[in-house]
C-alpha cells in the first residue's frame, strides 16, 4: 500500500503485532456512540439540577471545563475547523544491501503519528514495543518526540535478506493507518578461501594440455575467480568459469577451470588463484608450484680457432660444445658432421682438429635425448681461408672492336678483393670479377688477375685478349747445322687464329713426311703455346744426318682463316762463311724479321 493511503471502513483488519490485529473502522464507530449517550445524561442532568440557581451554576461551570478539555484534545487530532489530521511519513525505508556480521539501520519517521507503529518482515509482524523482544538482534531506534522508529539490525545474518516494511495502525478520531514502501535488504557473504582441486603441487610434461580447477563455495555474491601465472601475469585466455547455486539458494559456489599446455618457462613456477566479491574485496589466494618434465633445450657454441669476425681460421683445432637444459637431467648426446653421424663417445663435445675449408658452410649437428624426448640444434660453419682459383681465367680471341669479356673466379673466405691489370699499360682495369673490354690495338696483350684475402697470401693468373689476323712469321732467316749431325729447321709464327696448315718446301716441293721419300729422311714436329700475350705455333723440321745435298734454301709457309705467311730459311752449315751478307738479301730478310711479330 502507498504511504499515507488510509484505511476505508470496509478493508479487512491488518496485522499489527505478533498475533495481534486491529480494526481501525469499527473502533472509531464505537467511541462516537459512547460519545454520544455521555452528552445526553450530561443534558438531563442538567434539567433536573437548574432549580437551584448556585447549583445550576456551579453544574454549568463543570460542564464547560469539560466541553473546553474535549475541544481540546480533539485539537490535536483536528484542524483549525475540526477536521483529521492525517498520519504520514517523514522518512521511510530505502532498499540497502549489507555484509554478514555488520549494522544496519532502515530509517522510519513518522509525523502526527496517533496509531501503533510495528516493522514486518516478509509481511510477518515484529512487534509494537521498540526492544522487539523476541528478535534479539532487532529493535526500533530513535525517539517518539521526533517520530523515529528507524529498524536496527545487529549483527546482520545472512537469514535477515529480506523485505521490510514500517506500519502505523488508525489513531483516535478515526485517522487511518499508514504503511511505508517495502525496503529489500540484500544480505552479502564473503566467499570461502578459495582450494584448487589438484593439490598444491602438480607434475606434468611440456605441450600436454593440463587442467588446473579453483572452487570457491559460500558467496554471495557469487565469488569472482582470477588466475595468475608465475611471472605475475594475469591470465584471461583458456580460462571457463561457471557457478552453482547452494542449497540455501542465496549462496554460490564459483568454479575456474585455466586450460594450459606447459612450457619449460612454467618448470618451478607458482599458478595462484584468487577469490573475492563484493562482500569483501580483500584477495583470499591458493597457489600450486608446477614441475614441467621436458626434453633437453639444445644450443652449441663454438670455442678456439674463432677470428675476431668470428669466424674459424684454417688451420686452427676446434671444439663445439653441446649445452642441454632438461628435466629430467640425464641426456644422451651424438653428434653429425653434415649428414654422417660421428663414430665414437657421445659426450658434450666435438673436437676437429686442423680444421680445412672443406668444412666451410658445413652444418654441425648436436642431437641430446632424456627420458621425454629429444631436441637438436645445428651450428653452420664459417670457415676463414684465403684465395684460391676456382677455374683459371681463359684468353680470348676477337676481331677488331669486338666485345669480349674475362673472368676471374675466385674462392675465399671472406670474400676476396680482385683487381685486373693490363701488361702492356700497367693500368688497373677492374675489381670486379669479370672485365668487360672493347678490343683494340690497344687493349690486346696479357692481362693479370690479382687475388687477395687480408691474412692470406696472393694469388695471380694470366689471360691474354688475341687480335684475329693472318699469320706472322717470325723465325731467323738462317739456322745452322753440321754435315753428319741432326738438323733442325724452327718455323715459328704468331697466329690468331691458330694456323692450319704449316708447309715445308725444299728445292721446289713439298716436304711430306708421310711419302716413302721423305719419311726416312725427314720428319716433323709441331707445338703450340703461348709467350708474352701471343698465341704461337711452331714447327720443327728435323732433318737425320744431315749431308751436304740438304742445306740450302728452305720455304715455311703458314695458313690461317685470315691469310698466308712465307718466309725462305737458309740451311747453312757451321763450316761455311758467307762473305756476300749485305749483297744477297739476307739483310733485306733480316729487316722484315725485325718487323714481324715475334713468340
Excluded at 242 to 255: I, V
Excluded at 278 to 289: E, I, P
Amino acid at each position: 500500500m502507498e504511504s499515507n493511503t488510509s484505511i476505508s471502513f470496509l478493508e479487512s483488519c491488518q496485522p499489527f503485532g505478533p498475533g495481534e490485529k486491529f480494526c481501525g473502522s469499527h473502533q472509531s464507530w464505537s467511541h462516537r456512540r459512547r460519545r454520544r449517550r455521555k452528552w445526553m445524561s450530561l443534558q438531563l442532568l442538567l434539567s433536573h439540577c437548574c432549580a437551584v440557581p448556585f447549583q445550576c451554576f456551579y453544574l454549568f461551570l463543570l460542564v464547560r471545563i469539560a466541553v473546553d478539555a474535549a475541544k481540546s484534545g480533539a485539537s490535536q487530532w483536528s484542524g483549525a475547523g475540526g477536521e483529521k489530521v492525517p498520519q504520514r511519513f517523514a522518512m521511510e525505508p530505502q532498499d540497502q544491501t549489507a555484509v554478514v556480521g555488520s549494522r544496519v539501520s532502515l530509517p522510519c519517521r513518522v509525523m502526527n503519528k496517533s496509531g501503533q507503529l510495528q516493522w514486518t518482515k516478509d509481511d510477518f509482524g515484529l512487534g509494537t514495543h521498540r526492544n522487539l523482544s523476541g528478535f534479539e538482534r532487532y529493535s526500533m531506534v530513535g525517539s517518539d518526540e521526533e517520530g523515529d522508529f528507524s529498524l536496527d539490525i545487529f549483527p546482520v545474518m545472512l537469514d535477515d535478506d529480506a523485505k521490510y516494511q514500517c506500519q502505523v495502525g488508525p489513531g483516535r478520531k478515526g485517522t487511518p493507518g499508514i504503511r511505508s514502501r517495502f525496503a529489500s535488504l540484500m544480505v552479502l557473504v564473503p566467499p570461502e578461501p578459495p582450494k584448487i582441486v589438484q593439490g598444491d603441487f602438480m607434475v606434468t610434461t611440456e605441450d600436454r594440455e593440463i587442467e588446473l580447477e579453483c572452487v570457491s563455495s559460500g558467496g554471495r555474491p557469487a565469488a569472482e575467480i582470477t588466475w595468475i601465472d608465475g611471472l605475475g601475469n594475469v591470465l584471461t585466455d583458456g580460462i571457463e568459469y561457471m557457478k552453482e547455486a547452494l542449497p540455501d539458494a542465496r549462496r554460490f559456489t564459483a568454479k575456474s577451470i585455466l586450460k594450459l599446455i606447459p612450457k619449460k618457462e612454467h618448470h618451478n613456477t607458482t599458478f595462484t588463484c584468487q577469490a573475492q566479491n563484493t562482500a569483501d574485496r580483500t584477495y583470499r589466494s591458493v597457489k600450486l608450484k608446477l614441475e614441467v618434465k621436458y626434453a633437453p633445450k639444445v644450443d652449441i657454441e663454438v670455442l678456439g680457432g674463432e677470428t675476431s669476425g668470428g669466424k674459424i681460421l684454417e688451420g686452427s683445432d676446434v671444439r663445439l660444445h653441446c649445452h642441454a637444459d632438461a628435466n629430467p637431467p640425464d641426456v644422451t648426446f651424438r653428434w653429425y658432421v653434415g649428414k654422417e653421424m660421428v663414430l665414437g663417445d657421445y659426450s658434450t663435445e666435438l673436437v676437429i682438429l686442423n680444421i680445412s675449408k672443406k668444412y666451410h658452410d658445413v652444418i654441425v649437428k648436436c642431437e641430446a635425448r632424456n627420458a621425454v624426448g629429444k631436441s637438436e640444434e645445428s651450428e653452420t660453419l664459417d670457415i676463414s681461408y684465403g684465395p684460391i682459383f676456382r677455374t683459371l681465367p681463359a684468353s680470348v680471341e676477337a676481331d677488331l672492336d669486338a666485345v669480349v669479356s674475362l673472368s676471374c673466379d675466385i674462392d675465399g673466405n671472406p670474400t676476396p678483393d680482385i683487381v685486373w691489370v693490363h701488361e702492356e699499360s700497367g693500368r688497373v682495369m677492374s675489381t670486379l670479377a669479370n672485365l668487360t673490354l672493347t678490343v683494340t690495338h690497344a687493349t690486346t696483350g696479357r692481362y693479370f688477375c690479382q687475388g687477395s684475402v687480408l691474412g692470406f697470401p696472393e694469388v695471380e693468373a694470366e689471360a691474354s685478349v688475341f687480335l684475329k689476323g693472318p699469320p706472322s712469321i717470325g723465325s731467323p732467316r738462317q739456322q745452322f747445322g753440321t754435315v753428319g749431325d741432326t738438323g733442325q729447321l724452327e718455323c715459328e709464327a704468331f697466329s690468331v687464329p691458330v694456323a692450319k696448315h704449316i708447309i715445308w718446301v725444299h728445292n721446289g716441293r713439298e716436304i711430306n713426311t708421310s711419302s716413302p721419300e721423305y719419311s726416312e729422311l725427314f720428319s716433323i714436329v709441331e707445338s703450340r703455346s703461348q709467350s708474352q700475350g701471343t698465341e704461337c705455333v711452331k714447327s720443327t723440321l728435323i732433318i737425320h744426318d744431315s749431308r751436304r745435298e740438304h742445306f740450302g734454301s728452305y720455304n715455311c709457309t703458314v695458313v690461317n682463316e685470315y691469310g698466308v705467311d712465307s718466309v725462305e730459311i737458309d740451311f747453312v752449315s757451321k763450316g761455311t762463311r758467307l762473305l756476300s751478307w749485305d749483297i744477297s738479301g739476307c739483310g733485306l730478310a733480316g729487316l722484315n724479321f725485325a718487323d714481324k711479330k715475334s713468340c
